[in-house]
């Protein structure tokens, strides 16, 4: 895992970084994990459009692919249906070429979603401390799994569980309270930066995807 966080001063130099990620991610995608409120479809949306990549919201496709909306599913149905379908819509968005891919979650728990993140895709967490997590959250009601007395007490819970499970990502990056710009430069930059991408001889190459279950 490399670690990336905002060094002020320090000159970045956009049109290179972009270049070089453009060129070095080939087929894969940018994948981004973490828990609800760290930012991934606001920070994602717009790494998407400095790229010039779609952006894909992995909770919208399945809302697409259920017809029906995530609180909905997991009320009917249920968690373990909710990640199985979860499992599916990743593992099918991953066949889709280059992409910023925002995923929920939850979604990054799952040991095969991982396999296939790691085979198709580069996987950067936005990690985020309680506090700010917490304020972004009470902006929406539409989180299941927060829908208990004591929502603070399930994020804490949340976050022993997961971030151990999220620091596995290739890359991390603090996703704190500035500017949403100012953390995709900090992502591009560090993704240009990295080993992670191809090399020239490479970027031709095709990259295999994930071998699709049920």
């Known amino acids: 895992m490399i670690r990336f966080g905002w060094k002020k001063n320090k000159p970045l130099n956009d049109a290179a970084d972009v270049h070089a990620v453009r060129t070095g991610i080939g087929r894969r995608s940018i994948v981004l ?10 920070i994602g949306r717009r790494l998407a459009a400095r790229l010039e990549l779609p952006f894909i919201d992995a909770d919208d496709e399945i809302e697409r692919a259920a017809n029906r909306s995530i609180p909905d599913i997991f009320a009917e149905h249920g968690e373990a249906y909710f990640r199985e379908g979860e499992r599916k819509v990743i593992q099918r968005l991953l066949c889709s070429g280059p992409q910023v891919l925002a995923t929920g979650g939850g979604a990054f728990m ?37 829908k208990q007395k004591d929502p603070e007490a399930v994020m804490r819970q949340l976050m022993e569980t997961r971030y151990p499970i999220y620091a596995e990502a290739d890359l991390t ?42």
Do not use: Y
């Not at 994990?33 to 606001?42: F, P, Q």
């Not at 191809?198 to 071998?211: D, L, N, S, V």
């Open 33 to 42: 994990v973490g828990l609800m409120g760290c930012g991934k479809s606001s």
């Open 110 to 146: 799952n040991a095969d979603t991982r396999a296939s993140i790691r085979q198709c895709a580069i996987s950067i967490w936005l990690k985020a401390e309680l506090p700010v997590l917490m304020r972004r959250v009470a902006k929406r009601d539409n989180r299941p799994l927060l």
């Open 173 to 214: 990056v603090d996703s704190r309270e500035v500017a949403h710009d100012v953390i995709v430069g900090e992502i591009v930059h560090m993704l240009a930066q990295s080993p992670l991408l191809a090399t020239p001889a490479e970027t031709g190459a095709a990259f295999a995807g994930p071998q699709l279950k049920g």
